[in-house]
């Protein structure tokens, strides 16, 4: 069967509209080139991600932390990671002093270290000389503690099941290996089991949600895979970046979650508009010219939206955020891509074999464009009552986002795995044993001749200082000299657990009092202080000075935009401040849950009183731009339906009404893929997923269909006010349908 492209020729130059349309014509007369150029473009990234591979850029914390972290990172500074191994007495009463086996095996874990040639340095043992210090106060409790050498993971492996042996001769005991390279093993385990399990699930999930909205097996389909190979296309494409940005294992989760979510939703929305069209009684040539003058514009407005939102990031300075920018907006870029000129190509290629593979019982049900009842009766309430709905659902954003005002940022520490995976719990034990062990300061020294009596006796001085803190610093600070004397690392335990108020204040003292009155006496060096305390601070301090600047970039480009899309000052500003809103509620909910701590055991996760300090701005970013799609599509359609004569009360609820069918599956798609992050292991996936699947969820429902048909119908024509100072913008050609009677002229011209 044979069925008109969406123009005669587009190659003749009778076609002359926007450029999304004329993009859209090209694909559908060449549909065999776009299809199988887009097909080119995936395998081309696939191969540059092979040939290149990741870089292994490292991301550095911002202020004083970061300035250590890159001196700490020079070759021949870079120390190796440090290992515990716990003993501890089961039975009550039993010390080290008392218990021969708990010496006995202090003794086993040494002597099999020490057997591990080329894996462990620096051995000691509580038995050995100077070994008091491992010793916890009560005695129940004691380390033997070493350096991994080698390879890392080969070696916390091997030292792993030498200490599983050992385990096994003393069950009477808990013995058990932690420390930086047990814990990064442990995480970067858990992020790639996350990571696979994201994207088993993802899949069948979306596509069975797919084949409810569609009821057919080939248009469900031709979403999942516009996606799929959207999201191995960035993953691939991000080797390129990576030489000169740090891109890690979370950037890559986030890339598939976000690209799977974009991409269908932006796929849906067209494929939808089309198949309306054509069950409306338009020509497969008509309802794809339709779908690209409508849902491919609106398409492309909200991908840029995205894509300027996330740029705002690189504005922030901070180094961790790089990555995630960049892998986000190319993710999001290549499905806007894929949307406007693989997918005309694709419906003009299949055509009505779009439908085949129906489900029974939903198949026939699912095309008929027919507006919801349901939230046509939402919008025809609200409409009538504005003041009322509008203030009711204002209020209530209002109250879930208070609990927002009292947010605390800071990194998780221990928590950042649940407390059941066992080198989280030894650590756990160390931290009670040992207080201050877990999160020490690192004071990194550079300068000549650090062997100097001068720096000597400021290193003296600062263990004095320990003895008069009241507590804010403590024993054993040990000194380490490295780079040929030119770096020398001093490591301070602190109060606290790393992350709370305790450890903070042990931190301030350490840099305002302890460290100017010793080693700031001693000419010639420079010092600056790293670790967990320090970095979560100095991020913290960095986030609170690019907020601003990163919002400000944000919300000024988007309103531009807007205005340049939709021709007035209030759409913009109802949009920017209702997407506001409803940011601000996902905030106080990501409040609620991880800071307080509720859900915690359900959703399995230890609350330790703060939330990731990245997380905020990157979730605002992302949000902003994202929840821009289903405002955008939704005034788009207001929009149509105001330029073909309707008043602005009825274009408002038969635009809701009308677009709310494919809103409202595009809001449960993403829900579901975003939700997939709630069950990972590693808690910033947890916070990531739950916060934006409740983001998406207040923006399809309270936002969508109460709070912008209250402020619509309550500005009335001053919705599309336009300053006459402003008159100069560009105008487009409103995307209004052609009417059904042009169809014959539009199929012979």
């Not at 790293?530 to 970095?535: N, P, S």
């Not at 509720?598 to 905020?616: C, K, N, S, V």
Request: net charge positive; no cysteine; charged share 10%.
């Amino acid at each position: 069967m044979h069925y008109s492209p969406i123009t005669a020729s587009p190659g003749s130059g009778q076609f002359r509209g926007p450029l999304v349309e004329r993009v859209a014509a090209w694909s559908a007369a060449h549909r065999k080139t776009a299809v199988f150029g887009w097909l080119a473009l995936v395998i081309a990234a696939a191969a540059i991600g092979q040939l290149l591979g990741t870089g292994s850029v490292p991301s550095y914390d911002p202020g004083q932390a970061g300035q250590a972290e890159r001196v700490l990172n020079q070759p021949g500074v870079q120390s190796r990671p440090a290992e515990e191994v716990l003993i501890q007495a089961r039975a009550v009463g039993a010390t080290f002093a008392s218990d021969p086996g708990m010496r006995q095996a202090a003794g086993q874990i040494a002597a099999a270290l020490h057997r591990l040639h080329g894996t462990a340095r620096d051995i000691h043992s509580p038995a050995g000389r100077g070994g008091g210090s491992l010793v916890s106060a009560d005695g129940r409790s004691a380390l033997v503690t070493f350096t991994v050498a080698g390879n890392a993971t080969q070696a916390v492996a091997a030292a792993q099941q030498a200490v599983a042996a050992v385990q096994a001769r003393h069950p009477g005991l808990r013995v058990a290996e932690t420390g930086d390279a047990s814990v990064n093993r442990a995480v970067n385990a858990s992020v790639s089991r996350d990571f696979r399990r994201a994207e088993t699930t993802s899949v069948p999930i979306t596509l069975i949600l797919l084949l409810g909205v569609f009821g057919a097996l080939i248009a469900a389909g031709i979403p999942l895979l516009l996606a799929g190979t959207a999201v191995a296309s960035a993953i691939s494409l991000l080797a390129i970046p990576s030489r000169w940005l740090p891109v890690s294992a979370t950037t890559s989760s986030v890339v598939l979650l976000v690209g799977m979510a974009v991409g269908v939703d932006y796929s849906l929305f067209y494929l939808r508009r089309e198949r309306e069209e054509r069950a409306a009684g338009r020509t497969p040539g008509e309802a794809l010219r339709i779908a690209s003058a409508t849902s491919g514009r609106a398409i492309v407005f909200s991908g840029l939206t995205v894509m300027i939102s996330l740029a705002g990031l690189f504005l922030s300075g901070i180094s961790v955020f790089f990555g995630l920018a960049i892998g986000t907006i190319m993710v999001v870029g290549l499905a806007v891509l894929g949307s406007v000129t693989v997918l005309p190509a694709l419906l003009a290629w299949l055509g009505p074999r779009a439908d085949r593979g129906r489900i029974p019982l939903l198949g026939r049900r699912r095309t008929a464009p027919r507006p919801s009842p349901l939230w046509t009766a939402i919008a025809s309430r609200v409409a009538r009552r504005p003041a009322l709905w509008g203030g009711a659902a204002a209020i209530a954003l209002l109250a879930l986002a208070a609990p927002a005002l009292e947010i605390r940022i800071s990194n998780p520490g221990l928590h950042e795995l649940p407390a059941s995976v066992p080198v989280i719990g030894t650590l756990t034990a160390i931290q009670h044993a040992f207080p201050g062990d877990p999160a020490p300061a690192e004071v990194v020294i550079t300068g000549p001749h650090l062997n100097r009596p001068q720096v000597s006796a400021a290193v003296t001085g600062l263990r004095t200082r320990a003895a008069t803190s009241g507590g804010a610093i403590r024993e054993p600070i040990t000194s380490t000299l490295t780079a040929g004397g030119r770096v020398l690392i001093i490591s301070v335990p602190l109060a606290g657990d790393g992350t709370n108020q305790a450890s903070v204040r042990a931190l301030a003292y350490l840099r305002d009092h302890a460290l100017p009155e010793t080693l700031g006496k001693v000419s010639a060096i420079s010092y600056a202080v790293a670790g967990t305390t320090a970095a979560s601070h100095d991020f913290s301090a960095a986030l609170g000075r690019a907020t601003p600047i990163v919002f400000a970039f944000v919300l000024g480009l988007a309103f531009v935009l807007l205005m340049v899309v939709f021709r007035s000052l209030a759409i913009p500003a109802t949009a920017i401040g209702l997407n506001l809103l409803s940011v601000g509620a996902a905030y106080g909910l990501l409040t609620l849950i991880f800071q307080d701590g509720h859900l915690a055991r359900l959703l399995g996760f230890t609350p330790y009183g703060g939330i990731i300090p990245y997380l905020p701005l990157f979730m605002f970013v992302l949000l902003f731009g994202l929840s821009m799609d289903y405002q955008v599509f939704i005034l788009s359609r207001i929009r149509e339906l105001r330029l073909q004569g309707a008043t602005t009360t009825s274009a408002i609820t038969s635009g809701i009404s009308g677009s709310a069918g494919v809103v409202t599956s595009a809001a449960l798609i993403m829900m579901a893929v975003f939700s997939i992050f709630a069950t990972l292991s590693v808690i910033d996936f947890k916070m990531f997923g739950i916060g934006m699947a409740t983001a998406v969820l207040i923006d399809a429902t309270i936002i969508r269909g109460i709070l912008l048909p209250a402020t619509m119908t309550l500005l009335g024509e001053r919705n599309w006010y336009l300053p006459r100072q402003l008159a100069w913008l560009p105008k487009s050609r409103p995307a209004v349908p052609v009417p059904l009677q042009l169809r014959r002229q539009q199929t012979m011209a």
